[in-house]
């Protein structure tokens, strides 16, 4: 009976003890195209001929992980440690993948309207908490996505002008601080409050981090343990939403692009090719590398895409997953990626006038 009752705990154990690592799997490829609401200009009908592709990232219990070592066909493990940044906490990985989304959007309406033609413009809206250190004083009341917008007293726009805020500052002083806290929901909606005040604490400077890369301030006396990032105030000539609930990360970017480029344009940017896409996009056009190629690569075949365009550096790993005819196509900016599915016989994107407003259309 005793070795019965160990056998029931170390089995109660293995289903709900969780391990400090992940797995990743073959997520959902999905097209992009019914994802985006188009408002206040002539549009085209949703396509289904874009996918985005994205993975599950799984926190392993001991029996997933036992599973995991008899049958690990299209999944990798990954330590929790290397999801994050050194010295963050992993409980802040969920809402980097959500803010990561966030900028994703607005980085794929920047570059696909500005394809287009369209004038967007971005003004400097204060400094976005990308990570806090867990051993930042100031983790209690600064969490990621939140925006810093005043110091001191004094208005910060940008990354620069918060360290020019911080410069002549000794460790362990305590300044006043205006933050724009973000509330981000379950399904991943980033939305701000209204400017709030805090009192921020400064800690010192750690060995080899002294540089600013700012030319007004290019040393640095304190820090407040966070990372930083530019946050902007876009202004769109057109009203763009993409529904990405429950999806996290930058990765969707160039798919995103590519399906609002479809959608602002006459035809069909593809030629009714089924084309995925994975890939970061920043607001000048260029596309970066991602993670879980492989296990994309098993989704958009099982979605039955006859195309993948990846960034260049891993069209190996792509080619390597794939087990049918797949063509896999490298590209480092969107305007390559263009020309590439122009040469698989897609229309070249002509955009609606702005000035004709209207439903959708074929």
């Avoid at 809402?95 to 607005?106: F, N």
């Avoid at 993670?291 to 080619?319: D, L, M, S, Y």
Wanted: with cysteine.
């Amino acid at each position: 009976m005793l070795l019965a009752g160990v056998l029931v705990v170390a089995g109660i154990f293995s289903l709900t003890y969780k391990l400090n690592l992940y797995s990743i799997t073959p997520g959902v490829s999905q097209p992009v195209g019914p994802l985006i609401t188009v408002s206040g200009q002539r549009h085209d009908i949703p396509r289904r001929t874009i996918l985005l592709t994205d993975v599950y990232l799984t926190q392993l219990t001991v029996w997933g992980w036992l599973g995991y070592e008899f049958h690990h066909s299209h999944e990798q493990i990954v330590s929790g440690s290397d999801l994050v940044d050194p010295g963050v906490s992993q409980s802040e990985l969920e809402a980097q993948g959500y803010l990561e989304m966030a900028d994703a959007k607005d980085a794929a309406k920047v570059a696909g309207m500005r394809t287009l033609g369209l004038r967007v413009t971005g003004v400097p809206a204060g400094v976005t908490v990308v990570a806090v250190g867990s051993a930042s004083p100031n983790a209690a009341v600064l969490s990621v996505a939140d925006r810093i917008v005043s110091v001191n007293g004094r208005a910060v726009t940008t990354v620069c002008g918060l360290q020019g805020a911080l410069s002549g500052l000794e460790p362990g002083a305590r300044v006043p601080a205006q933050i724009e806290v973000a509330d981000i929901s379950g399904s991943g909606t980033i939305t701000y409050r209204p400017p709030s005040r805090v009192t921020i604490v400064m800690a010192g400077v750690p060995a080899g981090a002294s540089q600013t890369g700012c030319p007004a301030t290019p040393t640095r006396t304190v820090t407040i343990g966070i990372e930083p990032e530019q946050a902007y105030d876009w202004h769109f000539p057109v009203d763009v939403s993409i529904n990405t609930a429950d999806i996290g990360g930058p990765s969707a970017g160039l798919a995103m692009t590519l399906g609002i480029i479809d959608a602002l344009s006459k035809g069909s940017l593809t030629g009714h090719v089924k084309v995925a896409a994975t890939g970061t996009m920043d607001t000048e056009g260029d596309v970066g590398d991602v993670g879980g190629v492989a296990e994309k690569t098993v989704a958009v075949q099982n979605a039955g895409a006859t195309v993948f365009i990846v960034p260049e550096v891993e069209v190996q790993t792509a080619r390597q997953a794939a087990t049918g005819h797949l063509t896999v196509i490298g590209v480092t900016t969107l305007d390559q990626a263009l020309s590439a599915i122009e040469r698989l016989g897609g229309t070249p994107p002509v955009p609606f006038a702005e000035e004709a407003p209207g439903p959708g259309t074929s």
